[in-house]
């Protein structure tokens, strides 16, 4: 999932609505975790929820029975305006403009030190963990990967020479037997004539639960004809 999908389809504001599937708020969460665009509308707009939430809280003052009441105009686009516009229709205007500021706080405090920091941080050289799996090798200890929560790491996935094969496909399995989006494995016919058997693949961070995981591989021939050609499996262990 690209950037340009999720505002094509509005999927912040149906994420922060809750009106996705479980599939498609998967699918959002996986991609704002590494997106900080999306990730600053998310956690902006949760901020000026909770703030709202505390303000309505509060005892509304008393409203002059000869007073009419003002109902400010609804703003024709954005979805932090509409959200905006929302609150605004039940909040006073002595509580809307503590929350406004305090959302613009946060997002200045944003602009200035927690995306600047994150940057340099992604520009750094990692060192991820990581583990070696064979595909297809019965009866052999799986290995053992300590990653810190919400962090990927890597896999080098050996999987034995088959030139019959124009690629291959992955599919990662939970502890709970729920699989992950499948991915590809390309295979060039550099690699085909080296007998190359090995592919370093990175898994992306995401919330994982630690336990037993499995990775199945097909491969694919060149008629489009997909064969299993063995699983591995391996131990993730969470730490902090």
Not at 33 to 59: G, H, N, T
Not at 180 to 190: H, L, N, Q, S, Y
Not at 192 to 221: E, M
Request: aromatic share 8%; glycine share 6%.
């Amino acid at each position: 999932m690209d950037h340009d999908t999720v505002v094509r389809q509005k999927l912040t504001e149906r994420y922060l609505l809750n009106e996705l599937d479980p599939e498609a708020r998967d699918n959002f969460e996986e991609h704002y975790f590494d997106c900080r665009d999306c990730a600053a509308d998310v956690q902006a707009a949760a901020v000026f929820v909770e703030q709202s939430k505390l303000e309505l809280a509060e005892k509304p003052a008393p409203v002059s029975a000869g007073r009419p009441v003002m109902v400010p105009p609804q703003p024709k686009t954005g979805w932090l305006a509409g959200l905006e516009a929302g609150f605004q229709s039940i909040l006073r205007p002595a509580i809307a403009a503590p929350v406004m500021l305090a959302l613009l706080l946060v997002i200045g405090y944003q602009n200035l030190a927690t995306y600047p920091h994150l940057q340099q941080a992604q520009n750094a050289p990692q060192v991820l963990p990581w583990a070696s799996v064979n595909v297809g090798t019965f009866g052999s200890e799986a290995p053992v990967i300590a990653a810190q929560p919400g962090k990927g790491f890597l896999l080098f996935v050996r999987i034995p020479p088959d030139g019959s094969y124009s690629y291959y496909t992955a599919e990662l399995q939970d502890p709970s037997g729920k699989a992950e989006r499948p991915f590809t494995i390309p295979v060039t016919a550099e690699q085909k004539a080296a007998g190359f058997d090995q592919w370093p693949v990175q898994i992306p961070a995401a919330n994982r639960a630690p336990g037993s995981y499995t990775l199945s591989v097909h491969g694919v021939t060149p008629a489009g004809d997909s064969k299993l050609v063995g699983q591995a499996s391996f131990e993730l262990k969470t730490q902090n």
